[in-house]
């Protein structure tokens, strides 16, 4: 159970999660599970959940009607004493309900579950701040991290299913590392929303929320489900920056050519039979889609070992 909110941001999301209305506003939580039972300190696995504002605001006139009704206690302990709830069914709470001078605060104490956006993308991570931005019909989550990284993420409908579905929604297509130090949670973007400001304990950093010059290598430039739509033309760019600024080979986003860095081991029987792990960039997207290079030694086809390929890291 995620049970510690590190961080949260309320923000639009568009078409591309169909659990919500485009353009409805949502609260964009990041939470953690506790070190231990009855802590309150957060351990290093973190989730991103999302709630619809409309539906919490619900959640809480409920809350708050029933303590006018007469139901359990107050609250807010940390803020004056619990009291008991006191009948006054003569306070109907509607929407733009804001209270009465002789009211103390009232705790609104609702449950209410949400499902991981990320799949356990964050699991071994901590989660200390969260932004959300839309990009066509696209909804990109960015969040940092205890190390110190931000992570855009786009998200998936949890509607959506299915292998490779799961591995993008858990995978960042942009990791950045920007410093030794936590993140702080307070993110902010500019005035026209193309740069986001991060802040560290002693550093801020203005980050571009659509580029595709992060990506150094081919693989990581177009194999990614950036939402900017990249592609590797000797380097990344869009299709339209490739053809201004000269690339060096065709745009493309299909496949990367592969580069071997290794091959273990380098010699076996004649009969075959030996395994043969190859350490390289490029060779596939995933294993069970990875048709457009085949693997040969000394002429032989060989066969590509799924579970113990890590070509996902």
């Known amino acids: 159970m995620y049970n510690i909110l590190n961080a949260a941001y309320v923000g639009r999301v568009d078409a591309n999660l169909q659990e919500f209305e485009p353009g409805e506003e949502v609260l964009f939580g990041v939470f953690s599970t506790s070190v231990s039972e009855g802590s309150d300190q957060p351990g290093r696995d973190s989730a991103l959940c999302l709630y619809s504002m409309s539906y919490l605001n619900k959640r809480i006139q409920k809350g708050l009607q029933e303590c006018f009704n007469g139901d ?28 009465t001078g002789d009211l103390q605060p009232i705790e609104a104490r609702k449950q209410i579950l949400g499902r991981d956006q990320l799949r356990d993308g964050g699991a071994g ?8 931005v839309t990009m066509g019909s696209d909804t990109v989550a960015i969040i940092g991290t205890q190390d110190g990284h931000i992570m855009k993420f786009l998200l998936q409908s949890s509607d959506d ?4 579905v799961n591995m993008w929604a858990r995978k960042p297509y942009k990791d950045l ?27 801020v950093f203005k980050i571009a929320i659509s580029s595709c ?9 177009a194999l990614t489900h950036d ?27 299909d496949n990367c050519p592969p580069a071997i860095y290794g091959v273990t081991p380098l010699a076996g029987p004649l009969k075959g039979g030996t395994q043969v792990t190859i350490t390289g960039d490029n060779l596939g997207q995933n ?4 048709n457009t290079h085949e693997v040969a030694v000394a002429g032989k086809p060989c066969n590509v070992i799924p579970e113990l390929s890590e070509i996902y890291r």
């Not at 590392?177 to 550093?203: C, G, I, Q």
């Not at 010059?213 to 430039?221: F, G, Q, R, T």
């Not at 920056?241 to 060096?248: L, N, P, R």
């Open 72 to 99: 359990g206690t107050q609250g807010l302990k940390f803020f004056s004493s619990d009291r008991f709830c006191g009948s006054t069914p003569y306070r109907p709470v509607s929407q733009d309900f804001c209270g």
């Open 161 to 164: 299913q299915g292998v490779e």
């Open 287 to 290: 294993v069970e889609t990875a």
């Open 227 to 253: 939402p900017k739509n990249c592609g590797w033309c000797g380097f990344c760019s869009t299709q339209e920056e490739c053809t201004e600024q000269g690339g060096t080979s065709t745009w493309q986003q």
């Open 125 to 132: 991570q901590l989660f200390t701040a969260v932004s959300a």
């Open 213 to 221: 010059e992060h990506y150094v290598d081919c693989s990581a430039c």
């Open 177 to 203: 590392d920007l410093s030794n130090s936590p993140v702080l949670s307070d993110m902010a973007f500019d005035a026209d929303r193309k740069h986001m400001y991060a802040m560290t304990s002693h550093e």
